[in-house]
């Protein structure tokens, strides 16, 4: 009897073992989602701006909306570069998509925090107007030129541009507008005057009124002043904190950055209706006609770093605060 006790009491305690164990391992597996079948997945922040360089994003946006991404992602589009930099700064968005002098000036605001993953737009800026007479960039004399993005990419190109035809600063006047819809009113109300808007603002602009004409196309008068080379409009960017941590994760969104650009170019009525969808354009006949016209894309490792570091010497050498003072350091170009 004492002997069948024995075995009883045995078969108890290792009974209460089994549970014990089993109940860590469930425990293990809800909080590691290590070993059990399960990936750990990322939720990854990406702040962008209301126009082209979010175009490039669409279809990975929508994709994600249906669960269908490797990684969660939660999206913020703004109408500002600086409404988004401070949220990098503080750590409260992992990937954002911004003007490339902006994403140099970041670098050196954060002391190397941030990092370039890829070009996602490049010349989408033309100047339209109405009844007035521009042939060429010298016929800008004397005129007052309205526009976004005080301190970005817009106008440190046409600045540089104006500079190398021979413009002095008291030549001109740039008036700045808060949103591109702004610019286009001004033009609406005044045949006369001179904008600059980039796609697809600047397609809407010219359904709305029919007297405005594109009458510049900025990328290509640069490419004059540089020898065929074009501009860097937009670049994505990432904290390096973030890159550190998640590479694997920061690969996964390039890639899925990539298709989304494919996407787009490829399927444009698609993509019209999802920058409807997104508020970016209202009508989906203005952005199928302007997508085409975005030069959105998805360039990285060496061909990004070229191209950008390029871009970025110029603005430089012509006005240094418009980088942040210098050009990055090679640390900045995320070549995977």
């Not at 249906?66 to 990684?71: D, N, P, S």
């Not at 020898?227 to 994760?249: A, P, Q, W, Y």
């Amino acid at each position: 009897m004492k002997v069948k006790r024995d075995v009883e009491k045995r078969r108890g305690k290792n009974a209460l073992k089994s549970a014990v164990l089993a109940a860590c391992a469930v425990f293990l597996c809800a909080v590691l989602s290590v070993g059990c079948g399960k990936q750990e997945t990322v939720n990854v922040r990406v702040g962008s701006l209301k126009g082209p360089t979010s175009m490039g994003i669409l279809f990975l946006m929508e994709k994600a909306r249906q669960g269908e991404t490797a990684h969660g992602y939660e999206f913020q589009m703004v109408t500002g570069a600086d409404e988004l930099l401070p949220l990098m700064v503080k750590g409260e968005l992992d990937i954002a998509l911004v003007p490339a002098n902006v994403a140099a000036a970041l670098y050196h605001k954060t002391e190397g925090g941030v990092a370039v993953i890829d070009i996602n737009t490049l010349g989408v800026l033309y100047l339209v107007t109405g009844t007035t007479e521009i042939t060429d960039v010298a016929d800008l004399r004397g005129k007052t030129i309205y526009l976004t993005g005080k301190g970005t990419t817009p106008e440190a190109s046409l600045r540089y541009l104006l500079q190398k035809n021979g413009f002095a600063e008291g030549d001109y006047t740039l008036e700045f507008k808060s949103e591109a819809a702004e610019v286009a009113a001004v033009l609406a109300q005044d045949s006369g005057a001179v904008g600059l808007l980039p796609q697809p603002f600047v397609t809407a602009a010219l359904a709305q009124n029919e007297e405005l004409k594109v009458v510049l196309d900025i990328n290509e008068e640069w490419k004059k002043v540089q020898d065929g080379s074009g501009m860097v409009t937009g670049v994505t960017i990432v904290r390096k904190e973030f890159l550190e941590e998640h590479e694997d994760v920061v690969k996964a969104f390039l890639e899925e950055h990539r298709e989304s650009t494919e996407g787009i170019n490829q399927d444009v009525s698609t993509g019209a209706s999802l920058a409807v969808k997104a508020g970016i354009v209202a009508k989906e006949p203005i952005a199928q006609k302007a997508i085409p016209l975005c030069n959105i894309t998805c360039v990285t490792g060496e061909e990004m770093r070229q191209a950008l570091r390029q871009y970025l010497a110029l603005l430089a050498d012509f006005k240094a605060e418009l980088t942040g003072g210098s050009v990055p350091g090679e640390d900045f170009y995320y070549i995977p």
